[in-house]
């Protein structure tokens, strides 16, 4: 499920559903369920005011680089994402950086507007690292700033506007699912609100206020669904270019609990404890095999003898991703990994703090970071970006306790 616990009514819509709408002119608008899971999950009613079917063009989009390479010999990575090159837009210039059956993580430095764009393989949540824009969607206009995420329904048609501001960028970090995100089940009712443990509430999502409703014939839609290549390669996500033969954001109004919707990092309310909590408190959301994290500006451990940073630990399961945002992340110093890296940790390898960074933590009561997690539950590998932009001395760090050293060198005797 995508949608979020509480119906939302915008623009104009009729009465009673399934019922003939009119405009003041007397013309029919088209009515609209997007849903998912059938007819038997979230859904929301939309009215066009033409037809959304109607199109007049279809031809092959060839999608960016997805080729993955597998992480073998098994070992940590690291990965520099502020080394890939700026420009570009936010859908077509995202470069992948790693990925699996079930998820896609891409990253894009964006500086010009998006072509109309479709993700019809699965939810899109999208956390901005840098930048300020607009995505403009069939429900309306969502506004987004530095440590939203912007959680994007399957088949939502979007484009992204970035500032105009001189020399201003979008830093967009794209996680891809093949499935929907949505708030992790442990947070809901049984009916979907969120609950009172939960470290966030309906008030802190920000859906579209009111519909945006475009004009215009010929319009083309970039659409990533599922299918096999051409070349006879395995299945997975393709392209397509379809032109409407009128604007496809043209809705004047919807309803329902299906919407896309922003949510920032500031509004997180970190659980804290006595001693170190494990992953799972700072999880903001989840699809099917793998879960997304947040790791925000906090007070830590009160216990007189705790270790803040993470105790060793094996992902028996899952691979582990971390997106170092902004701050001082306690557990890597001396490492090499600073803002903008992502360290994998793989399943298989036991992982933890640097050597040094345990000790200098014991007595420490606040720690400044924002990093974004993604735990898989299947093994993620390389995408070209990823292998673009690695430091390869990082998985030797914890033997000889600097990124510079190389790996170590044992004797035979």
Same mark, same amino acid.
């Given at each position: 499920?995508?949608?979020?616990?509480?119906?939302?009514?915008?623009?104009?819509?009729?009465?009673?559903?399934?019922?003939?709408? &009119?405009?003041?002119?007397?013309?029919?608008?088209?009515?609209?369920?997007?849903?998912?899971?059938?007819?038997?999950?979230?859904?929301?009613?939309?009215?066009?005011? !033409?037809?959304?079917?109607?199109?007049?063009?279809?031809?092959?989009?060839?999608?960016?680089?997805?080729?993955?390479?597998?992480?073998?010999?098994?070992?940590?990575?690291?990965?520099?994402?502020?080394?890939? @090159?700026?420009?570009?837009?936010?859908?077509?210039?995202?470069?992948?950086?790693?990925?699996?059956?079930d998820? &896609?993580?891409?990253?894009?430095?964006?500086?010009? @507007?998006?072509?109309?764009?479709?993700?019809?393989?699965?939810?899109?949540?999208?956390?901005?690292e840098?930048?300020?824009?607009?995505?403009?969607?069939?429900? !309306?206009?969502?506004?987004?700033?530095?440590?939203?995420?912007?959680?994007?329904? %399957?088949?939502?048609?979007? %484009?992204?506007? =970035?500032? $105009?501001? $001189?020399?201003?960028?979008? &830093?967009?970090?794209?996680i891809?699912?093949?499935?929907?995100?949505?708030?992790?089940?442990?947070?809901?009712?049984?009916?979907?609100?969120?609950?009172?443990?939960?470290?966030?509430?309906?008030?802190?999502?920000?859906?579209?206020?009111?519909?945006?409703?475009?004009?215009?014939?010929?319009?083309?839609?970039?659409?990533?669904?599922?299918?096999?290549?051409?070349?006879?390669?395995?299945?997975? =996500?393709?392209?397509?270019?379809?032109?409407?033969?009128?604007?496809?954001?043209?809705?004047?109004?919807?309803?329902?609990?299906?919407?896309?919707?922003?949510?920032?990092?500031?509004?997180?309310?970190?659980?804290?404890?006595?001693?170190?909590?494990?992953?799972?408190?700072?999880?903001?959301f989840?699809?099917?095999?793998?879960?997304?994290?947040?790791?925000?500006?906090?007070?830590v451990?009160?216990?007189?003898?705790?270790?803040?940073v993470?105790?060793?630990?094996?992902?028996?399961?899952?691979?582990?991703?971390?997106?170092?945002?902004? !701050?001082?992340?306690?557990?890597?110093?001396?490492?090499?990994?600073?803002?903008?890296?992502?360290?994998?940790?793989?399943?298989?390898?036991?992982?933890?703090?640097?050597?040094?960074?345990?000790?200098?933590?014991? !007595?420490?009561?606040?720690?400044?970071?924002?990093?974004?997690?993604?735990?898989?539950?299947?093994?993620?590998?390389?995408?070209?970006?990823?292998?673009?932009?690695?430091d390869?001395?990082?998985?030797?760090?914890?033997?000889?306790?600097?990124?510079?050293?190389? =790996?170590p060198?044992?004797?035979?005797?």
């Amino acid at each position: 499920m995508t949608g979020v616990a509480y119906y939302r009514s915008v623009g104009a819509v009729p009465r009673t559903r399934h019922t003939a709408f &009119r405009d003041e002119q007397g013309n029919l608008r088209y009515e609209e369920l997007m849903g998912e899971e059938g007819f038997s999950s979230d859904s929301s009613l939309l009215y066009h005011a !033409g037809v959304p079917s109607a199109i007049v063009a279809s031809e092959v989009w060839e999608l960016p680089d997805l080729a993955t390479t597998p992480n073998h010999p098994l070992k940590p990575r690291h990965l520099k994402l502020h080394d890939v @090159p700026a420009g570009g837009d936010a859908v077509t210039g995202r470069r992948l950086v790693m990925g699996n059956a079930d998820v &896609r993580i891409s990253y894009v430095v964006s500086d010009a @507007p998006s072509p109309y764009y479709r993700n019809a393989v699965g939810d899109e949540c999208v956390f901005v690292e840098e930048g300020s824009g607009t995505v403009e969607t069939t429900f !309306g206009v969502l506004a987004y700033r530095t440590g939203d995420y912007v959680v994007i329904p %399957r088949a939502t048609t979007h %484009r992204w506007l =970035p500032s $105009d501001v $001189d020399g201003e960028v979008s &830093r967009l970090y794209a996680i891809e699912a093949n499935s929907h995100i949505a708030p992790p089940k442990r947070y809901l009712s049984k009916y979907g609100q969120l609950l009172e443990h939960a470290p966030y509430c309906e008030r802190d999502l920000h859906g579209p206020p009111e519909p945006l409703v475009e004009t215009g014939t010929d319009v083309e839609v970039f659409v990533k669904h599922r299918g096999r290549s051409r070349n006879g390669g395995p299945s997975g =996500p393709v392209g397509t270019r379809m032109t409407y033969a009128r604007h496809p954001l043209d809705v004047v109004g919807w309803d329902g609990c299906l919407y896309p919707y922003t949510f920032n990092v500031e509004d997180f309310m970190p659980i804290t404890g006595k001693v170190h909590q494990p992953p799972p408190v700072h999880q903001v959301f989840e699809g099917a095999n793998f879960v997304v994290c947040n790791f925000c500006p906090r007070k830590v451990d009160y216990h007189e003898g705790s270790i803040p940073v993470p105790y060793y630990h094996s992902n028996v399961d899952s691979d582990e991703v971390m997106f170092y945002v902004a !701050g001082d992340y306690e557990a890597r110093k001396g490492s090499g990994i600073g803002i903008g890296s992502i360290s994998l940790h793989p399943g298989g390898f036991a992982h933890g703090p640097q050597p040094s960074a345990v000790e200098a933590s014991i !007595g420490v009561e606040y720690f400044d970071e924002l990093a974004v997690m993604v735990d898989t539950f299947r093994p993620l590998e390389l995408g070209e970006a990823g292998l673009a932009v690695e430091d390869p001395a990082y998985a030797w760090t914890w033997a000889r306790g600097s990124e510079e050293d190389g =790996p170590p060198v044992f004797s035979n005797s």
